[in-house]
Nanobody, 125 residues
Framework: QEQLVESGGGSVQAGGSLRLSCVDSGYTHRACMAWFRQAPGKEREGVAAIYTSNGRALYVDSVKGRFTISLDSAKNTAYLQMNNLKPEDTAMYSC???????????????????WGQGTQVTVSS
């Protein structure tokens, strides 16, 4: 059974940076990977997604210019570099992956078959 394991969360002040990592045991078979987040009382939202074949990435508008998703195929790992963090970025961040991807679904919960347990990110003002 494929597993996704996240790490790198923590507490930072506004304006700070964090880099999240997601190690995927099923990486070689993935078409796309993504990062989602869920804040207390809110629905889970897609933050960033990337095609494993060509590295093309998609972002939700609220993080464009601040977050960068990337891949390291040698390490079976996806990263989310988060800069200029804001208190509204506080959430549980989860990694997701899928064997088959449609661009229209890449930032949608229903677009992914496998999920990690998540890592908490807290940004204080």
């Amino acid at each position: 059974q494929e597993q996704l394991v996240e790490s790198g969360g923590g507490s930072v002040q506004a304006g700070g940076s964090l880099r999240l990592s997601c190690v995927d045991s099923g990486y070689t078979h993935r078409a796309c990977m993504a990062w989602f987040r869920q804040a207390p009382g809110k629905e889970r939202e897609g933050v960033a997604a990337i095609y494993t074949s060509n590295g093309r990435a998609l972002y939700v508008d609220s993080v464009k210019g601040r977050f960068t998703i990337s891949l390291d195929s040698a390490k079976n790992t996806a990263y989310l570099q988060m800069n200029n963090l804001k208190p509204e970025d506080t959430a549980m961040y989860s990694c997701a992956a899928s064997w088959y991807c449609l661009e229209a679904d890449m930032l949608s919960n229903g677009g992914y078959s496998d999920w990690g347990q998540g890592t908490q990110v807290t940004v204080s003002s």
